[in-house]
C-alpha cells in the first residue's frame, strides 16, 4: 500500500530458504564454489531482513517465534484470512456439537443444523432474502438448543465486519470489543476462539494500525506453487523449478527459446 514500508509473509520467507535447499541438492559444485555462494546469500538475506518492518503471518507460534528470532525490528502481524477462518471453523464445531447433542447423529438430510452448514459459513451480507428464511427457520426448529449456534455465527459475524469496515480505527474498536467479550462467552467454541485471540492481541490489533497488512498476495501465489510442484512430482533441477514457478505467476516477460 502506498506509504507502507517493506513486508514479508511467512510464505516468502519460506519459498527464499527452499530455493536455497533446492540449489545445494541440484548443483555439484565445489565446497569453495557453494560457501562465495552461501556467504552471497546469507548477506542479500541480511539486507532484505534490515528492511522488513511489517510481517503477516498464520496463528502459528513458530512462525511467530521465528519473526521474534530474526525479524525482531518488524511489526508481527495476524493475516485476516486465517483469523476469519478460525471463527468460520468455530461455528462449524458449534453447530456439530449441538447436533449430536440434539439428534445423537451425525447431520443427516432433513436434520435443520445440517440443511443450513453452508449458510453458517457465509458472511451476512452475502446472503439472499431466502436464504436468510432458511436460517431463521432452522434455527427457530428449536430454538433453545440451536441459540449457541446463532450466537457462534454472530460473533463470526462480528469478526467479518471488523475487517470489512471501511475506517480501520472503527474496524480496531470492534477488534477490542471482541477481545473483552469472545472469552467470556457462553458458548464453549467461541470462548476457546477469544482466548486464542487474547494470546495473538498485538498481532490481532496491528494489523488496522499498518495499513491492513495481509499475506493474501503471497498466499495466492504460493498455493500455485504448491500446485504446480505436485503436478510435476517435484524439481530437481533448480533453474527448471524457477522458470516454471515464474510460468505459473506471469513472471516471465521474455519468450523462452525452442
Same mark, same amino acid.
Given at each position: ?68 528470532? $530474526? ?98 480505527? $472503527? ?88
Amino acid at each position: 500500500m502506498r506509504g507502507m514500508p517493506p513486508s514479508l509473509s511467512v510464505p516468502e520467507a519460506s519459498l527464499l530458504a527452499q530455493s536455497w535447499q533446492l540449489f545445494l541438492r541440484a548443483e555439484r559444485k565445489s565446497p569453495q564454489t557453494l560457501k562465495a555462494y552461501g556467504d552471497g546469500v546469507r548477506q542479500f538475506l541480511a539486507e532484505f531482513r534490515n528492511g522488513v518492518r511489517v510481517a503477516a503471518l498464520d496463528p502459528f507460534h513458530g512462525y511467530k517465534t521465528a519473526i521474534a528470532d $530474526q525479524l525482531e525490528d518488524a511489526v508481527a502481524v495476524l493475516d485476516a484470512f486465517h483469523v476469519v477462518k478460525l471463527g468460520t471453523a468455530a461455528v462449524d464445531e458449534c453447530r456439530r456439537r449441538v447436533q449430536q447433542e440434539t439428534t445423537g447423529h451425525r447431520g443427516r438430510k432433513g436434520d435443520p443444523l445440517y440443511g443450513i452448514q453452508k449458510l453458517l459459513r457465509a458472511g451476512a451480507g452475502k446472503l439472499t432474502d431466502k436464504q436468510w428464511t432458511r436460517l431463521e427457520k432452522a434455527i427457530a426448529a428449536r430454538p433453545e438448543e440451536h441459540l449457541q449456534v446463532w450466537i457462534a455465527w454472530s460473533c463470526a459475524q462480528r469478526l467479518r465486519a471488523a475487517y470489512r469496515h471501511r475506517d480501520p480505527a $472503527q474496524g480496531r474498536k470492534i477488534a477490542e470489543k471482541i477481545l473483552a467479550s469472545f472469552p467470556t462467552c457462553p458458548v464453549p467454541e467461541i470462548a476457546r476462539l477469544g482466548r486464542t485471540l487474547s494470546r495473538w492481541s498485538e498481532a490481532f490489533l496491528a494489523y488496522f494500525d499498518t495499513g491492513r497488512s495481509n499475506n493474501g498476495g503471497t498466499e495466492a501465489i504460493n498455493g500455485l506453487i504448491e500446485l504446480h510442484r505436485r503436478v510435476a512430482r517435484g524439481f530437481r533441477n533448480y533453474d527448471n523449478y524457477r522458470l516454471r514457478m515464474l510460468l505459473v505467476g506471469g513472471g516471465l516477460d521474455t519468450l523462452i527459446p525452442t
